[in-house]
């Protein structure tokens, strides 16, 4: 249950936060930034210095909040995937596919999604019992993609990261994605320290998502 659970709150939300920063503190102040503009997925990427320690500051941060869940990032191996999990996270993204990744995590129930590009690559994760597939860069297709995707694998749950913005954030909604992860496009303002504006830009993340739901 804990599993479906954690991917139910990601679809609902659906936008995670991908959050890469030059210290810890300003991976933390990102965070909050998006939580409190309403985004309730927040990866932290294994690019960020000490990305456990944040991992495990957000996850004590966030522990009586049961609609935020907190994963890691730019995870390339189980061992990374196992110190992430230890440390709190609730989910694992990796740019790419691994089979040691994927049947670690699905020891401990932990959602993982790994970074596809082709059909054969989406059919090997679904093999492998992934629940959510990042197409990434979501920059070298675009929404039409999944369109075309969804057509041969209709049960495919799709997540783009990169390429994803306010402009077409709809668009790749309306196409059958049951999320999308944001980066740049979102934490922008926190190279100058303008958190705020972090927050009033997750908040249109998520008015976007809602409207294209229909909701």
């Given amino acids: 249950m804990k599993k479906i659970n954690i991917l139910t709150k990601i679809a609902e939300c659906g936008v995670v936060a991908v959050v890469r920063a030059d210290s810890k503190e300003e991976a933390v102040n990102i965070s909050e930034a998006c939580v409190e503009g309403g985004i309730q997925g927040i990866e932290v990427t294994f690019t960020v210095q000490g990305a456990e320690e944040v991992i495990k ?3 004590t941060l966030y522990q009586n909040n049961n609609n935020v869940v907190i994963g890691a990032g730019t995870v390339l191996d189980a061992t990374t ?11 694992v ?3 790419a596919f691994d089979q040691e990744t994927a049947t670690l995590c699905n020891l401990y129930q932990v959602p993982y999604m790994p970074g596809c590009m082709t059909l054969t690559e989406m059919k ?3 093999e492998a019992g992934v629940d959510i597939v990042k197409l990434f860069p979501g ?14 694998l209709p049960q495919i749950n799709i997540m783009p990261t990169g390429g994803v913005s306010l402009d077409n954030v709809e668009q790749w909604i309306k196409n059958g994605c049951v999320a999308v992860g944001v980066g740049g496009n979102l934490l922008a303002p926190a190279k100058t320290g303008e958190f705020n504006k972090i927050t009033e830009y997750a908040k249109q993340y998520i008015e976007k998502v809602q409207a294209a739901r229909g909701r």
Avoid at 81 to 91: C, S
Avoid at 139 to 152: E, I, L, M, N, Q
């Fill in 57 to 59: 500051e957000l996850a």
């Fill in 81 to 91: 995937a196992r110190i992430a999990i230890l440390a709190g996270a609730q989910f």
């Fill in 93 to 95: 993204v990796s740019p």
């Fill in 124 to 126: 090997r994760a679904l």
């Fill in 139 to 152: 920059s070298a297709f675009g929404p039409d993609f999944v369109k075309a995707v969804k057509a041969p």
